[in-house]
């Protein structure tokens, strides 16, 4: 009867265990799902440079420049 009960107490913490990263896991794709490129270079020179880049360069493509 004693390692049924160890067995349970055990079963009940890796239980909780898995509830727990279960909702951690939510709430990182939740997070995840919010992300977008501009909230991702929001204050990165670098990165909204290279940006300009591309988007003045799709501009000359369209325009036949």
């Given at each position: 009867?004693?390692e ?16 727990s ?45």
């Amino acid at each position: 009867i004693d390692e049924i009960d160890k067995t349970m107490d055990h079963l009940q913490k890796t239980k909780d265990n898995l509830l727990s990263s279960v909702n951690n896991l939510r709430l990182a794709n939740n997070k995840a799902d919010d992300l977008t490129i501009k909230k991702l270079t929001k204050g990165n020179a670098t990165m909204s440079a290279k940006f300009a880049e591309l988007k003045d360069s799709d501009a000359t493509k369209t325009l036949g420049l």
